[in-house]
């Protein structure tokens, strides 16, 4: 499909590159390993290693050229896969781990800096091979730099799973306590999901779904930084025009995303997927959701009336991309992650934003509890009640919502973890102090809600 740019639609887009933080967080590679499966797990190491090798060889150089050509910066180039769950089903726990450390060293040889489906879905019950996966998960993300993993307990067809949903607390207390020397870092490298989508390009959620052709080419844009200029701009209009706006500055952000994924496609000679045109902040000022939300209108990103400009700014952004583009999935809103949101990390540190007030945002953002550090010694049955709580949101609202927690060891309330770069720091936040513990402890499934009924 050829695209078409007016000279304004280019100068307009280099203003937002130069002086908006505008850029393509991601060019993600999905990579489908269902024919690596092998008899022993050293063969099917090896058919994994020499599949992601050669078919994203090209991927890193690609993105750098398309970069330097049309001048936009491409932040990441990445690959996910077939949930790795899936193609070893009936391998044991040591058996996972090397393929995870396989997966590293793929990634590490054709130089991209993430790779994700060290997945598990479990959404209504676990097989063999789904729970050494997980049980494999802290050990694996201590041990590897670029591995990333992701466990969907809920969907809305199914309900809730709890089984997994008590081992997710417990697996997440394990892989903070393994990185205990990096705040915990190995936590934010994992994520738990309601209603995962399979062609979601954003780390640490990224797999390859099943339904998905043997290769794609998914792209992950970023704008904050433009949609707070745009809100800037109108200081005194009604929310109706704020809305509107957003949604045309979307469709412009959007348009150029679809534009290098095609190039990128095209050059691979891979398939184009996705857009995901999700709002992914970084610690970099002018970079923030919490900052757009706070031109509305908001003293600070927390204070009441929080909920709805987030509504507003999501819807809006959706909106903007549809018109865009046909191609639109993934994620797809405004993410809300603390410790990568400057304005974030601001509002938590002086009192604002809570984690209640968070979890009651999630019910209207692209995902959920996102890059949120907690005290170190929060019991995994807490973990578990949060990570259900936030799974009942996506099962009822037939949405995605997620859970990136750091248990952050040796850390109490208003303490400070540091991991650096795009993962940026945050204050330690309070966690409700009542005992989910038994609520948890009866395990079963949460069975799907009534409008699961709708076939």
């Not at 490298?189 to 954003?202: R, T």
């Not at 700014?313 to 865009?324: E, P």
């Not at 850390?411 to 770069?421: H, I, L, M």
């Amino acid at each position: 499909m050829p695209m078409t740019l007016a000279p304004a639609e280019i100068m307009e887009t280099v203003k937002m590159l130069q002086m908006q933080n505008l850029d393509i967080r991601t060019i993600t590679m999905g990579i489908s390993l269902t024919s690596c499966r092998g008899a022993t797990p050293a063969q099917m190491r090896t058919r994994i290693y020499d599949t992601i090798a050669s078919k994203a060889c090209h991927l890193v150089k690609t993105g750098e050229d398309i970069a330097k050509e049309y001048g936009i910066p491409i932040i990441n180039k990445r690959i996910s896969v077939t949930p790795i769950a899936l193609v070893a089903d009936g391998f044991n726990v040591e058996d996972m781990m090397d393929l995870g450390s396989c997966l590293d060293e793929a990634a590490r040889e054709v130089g991209v800096n993430f790779i994700g489906g060290f997945s598990a879905l479990v959404h209504k019950g676990m097989t063999s091979g789904d729970l050494a996966l997980i049980r494999a998960i802290p050990s694996t993300l201590a041990r590897t730099e670029r591995v990333c993993s992701s466990v969907n307990i809920g969907t809305t067809k199914a309900g809730i799973n709890m089984d997994a949903v008590q081992l997710m607390g417990e697996i997440i207390k394990e892989t903070a306590e393994l990185t205990a020397e990096r705040d915990g870092i190995g936590c934010a490298k994992l994520v738990v999901f309601c209603n995962a989508p399979e062609d979601n390009p954003f780390m640490a959620g990224a797999f390859h779904g099943v339904g998905e052709p043997d290769a794609t080419i998914n792209i992950g844009i970023s704008g904050p930084g433009v949609i707070l200029e745009t809100v800037r701009r109108l200081p005194e209009a009604d929310l109706g025009t704020v809305a509107n706006e957003i949604k045309n500055t979307a469709f412009k952000i959007t348009r150029m995303g679809e534009l290098v994924g095609r190039v990128a496609s095209q050059r691979l000679g891979v398939p184009f997927g996705i857009v995901d045109l999700s709002l992914a902040p970084t610690p970099a000022i002018g970079d923030s959701v919490a900052g757009i939300l706070e031109a509305m209108g908001l003293e600070r990103c927390g204070t009441p009336g929080t909920t709805a400009a987030l509504a507003l700014l999501n819807d809006a952004v959706k909106k903007g991309g549809a018109m865009a583009s046909s191609y639109v999935g993934g994620l797809s809103g405004a993410f809300i992650p603390v410790s990568e949101d400057a304005g974030m990390i601001r509002a938590v540190a002086e009192g604002y934003l809570t984690l209640e007030k968070l979890e009651a945002m999630t019910c209207v953002c692209s995902v959920g509890l996102d890059m949120v550090a907690v005290p170190g010694d929060t019991p995994a049955s807490a973990i578990s009640g949060i990570i259900a709580d936030e799974a009942a949101i996506g099962m009822i609202n037939h949405k995605t919502t997620a859970v990136r927690i750091i248990p952050a060891p040796n850390k109490s309330e208003g303490d400070w973890v540091e991991f650096g770069g795009l993962l940026g720091r945050a204050p330690v936040m309070a966690v409700n102090r009542g005992d989910p513990r038994r609520f948890i402890a009866r395990r079963g499934r949460i069975p799907a809600p009534i409008q699961a009924l709708n076939n």
